[in-house]
Structure formats: C-alpha cells, structure tokens
C-alpha cells in the first residue's frame, strides 16, 4: 500500500526523521511524540556543538531505562561514551511498555552534570515521572560504576500549566542546561536553576512551538 501523506518525511537531520504529521502536532496543542523530541535535541546539539555534552535520543533513554541485561546495557551504552562526557540529557518518558514505540503520556528531564557529580531531574508535573527517573539514574549510576554520584528531584522546576506540553518543557530546559555549559558557568561551582527560573515560563515554552516550525520551514529552505 502506499505511503498516506501523514507519512511523507518532510525532513531529514543528522539522524532524526520528521514527516508530515508531525507538523500537526506541532500546529496544534497536542503532546509531543519521540521523533520531535529526537529532532530539537539533535538541533541543540549542532547548535552547543561540544565534545563534552550529550544529548541523549529519546529511544535511547528509553532502553537504558528499561533494559533488564546489565551486560547488554554495558554493551549498548559504551559507543557513547558516556564517561568522557560533562553534561549529559535525557528525555524521559513514563512509558514502561518495552514492545509499545513511542507509547506513554509524560516527558521529563534528567541531566548530570560531571563537575558536581549530580543527576538532576526536571518535572514539569509535580514529579509524575520521578520513579523512571530515578530508575535511569539507577541503571546510569551502574554502568558509570559511581555510585556516589547524587540524585536530585528538582521540587522548584517549572511546572506545566496544561496536560500537553510537558515535551516542551523538556525542550525549553535542556536549551537553557546548554545555554549555561557554553557560557562556561559550569566552572563556578554553580548548576543552572536560576538560569532555567528566570527563562522557562509558559510563554517561552508555548512559543517553541511555533518555533520549531519555524525552524523546520528553514531547515526545509537549506536542502
């Protein structure tokens, strides 16, 4: 049968694939799925171009979280190597369905930090997601082989004022996590709350919508 329009990729970047559907999620008040997740933080991480930042792909946090093997975990995580990295992000989702893509109904961040030793993590609904996080951070804290490494459930994160915008939050934060690294204030000894207090606000997260459409329609423009 042939491909229906909703399935007629409209872009391809690094190693994200978006398709037509996609823009109707983002020209609507609806959740966002893995692909555009996938997409913005592989925009970021041309955008922070760092040797020292990773930002980690929806399906891979996904199985990292969710991987029952210790030993196939160490063999699947190792071409990332995670432990030369200084700041690493992950985009959580709750869904606990290992056969169901892209399943789920909450996004949240999780973000260690190397210097501080910290994974902290970012709900935008009052911690829905705090027992994933802390299992990935279980899983994370195995395979580094540190576990003094700490765990902070971000209570003052800023939190979502509808039930569909929890991926931009997660988007809007691991901007401002990677606008912090690149100015060097990850030297101070300081993480970067206060930075993601004064910026992540409901307007600025409603805005990346239109935003990242915009991008797109640019991006679009450049092939």
């Given at each position: 049968?042939p491909?229906?329009s909703?399935?007629?990729?409209?872009l391809s970047?690094?190693?994200?694939?978006?398709?037509?559907?996609?823009?109707?999620i983002?020209?609507?008040p609806?959740?966002l799925?893995d692909?555009?997740?996938?997409?913005?933080?592989?925009?970021?991480?041309?955008t922070?171009?760092?040797?020292?930042?990773?930002?980690?792909?929806?399906?891979?946090?996904?199985?990292?979280?969710?991987?029952?093997?210790?030993?196939?975990?160490?063999?699947f995580?190792?071409?990332?190597?995670?432990?030369?990295?200084k700041l690493?992000?992950?985009?959580?989702?709750?869904?606990?369905?290992?056969?169901?893509a892209e399943?789920?109904?909450?996004?949240?961040?999780?973000?260690?930090?190397k210097?501080?030793?910290?994974?902290?993590?970012?709900?935008?609904?009052r911690?829905?997601?705090?027992n994933?996080?802390?299992?990935?951070y279980?899983?994370?804290?195995?395979y580094?082989?540190?576990?003094?490494?700490s765990?902070?459930?971000y209570g003052c994160s800023?939190?979502?004022v509808?039930?569909?915008d929890?991926?931009?939050?997660?988007?809007?934060?691991a901007?401002?996590?990677?606008?912090w690294f690149?100015?060097?204030?990850?030297?101070?000894?300081d993480?970067?709350?206060?930075?993601?207090?004064?910026?992540?606000?409901?307007?600025?997260?409603?805005?990346?919508r239109?935003?990242?459409?915009?991008?797109?329609?640019?991006?679009?423009?450049?092939?």
């Amino acid at each position: 049968m042939p491909k229906s329009s909703a399935d007629e990729i409209i872009l391809s970047y690094n190693d994200a694939v978006l398709r037509q559907s996609d823009l109707g999620i983002l020209n609507n008040p609806y959740y966002l799925n893995d692909r555009i997740i996938e997409f913005y933080l592989s925009y970021l991480s041309t955008t922070y171009p760092s040797e020292h930042i990773l930002l980690v792909p929806p399906s891979i946090a996904f199985w990292t979280m969710n991987c029952p093997d210790t030993d196939s975990l160490k063999d699947f995580l190792q071409p990332l190597n995670l432990p030369s990295k200084k700041l690493i992000i992950f985009p959580i989702n709750d869904n606990d369905d290992m056969e169901l893509a892209e399943g789920g109904s909450h996004w949240s961040l999780l973000a260690y930090e190397k210097t501080a030793n910290v994974f902290v993590h970012h709900d935008s609904f009052r911690g829905a997601n705090s027992n994933h996080a802390e299992r990935l951070y279980e899983k994370l804290v195995l395979y580094l082989g540190d576990d003094e490494a700490s765990y902070i459930e971000y209570g003052c994160s800023p939190q979502q004022v509808n039930g569909y915008d929890c991926g931009l939050y997660v988007l809007v934060i691991a901007k401002e996590i990677c606008c912090w690294f690149d100015s060097g204030a990850h030297g101070n000894g300081d993480l970067w709350f206060a930075r993601v207090k004064e910026n992540v606000t409901p307007s600025t997260v409603s805005s990346l919508r239109v935003g990242i459409l915009g991008l797109i329609e640019n991006l679009r423009g450049l092939k």
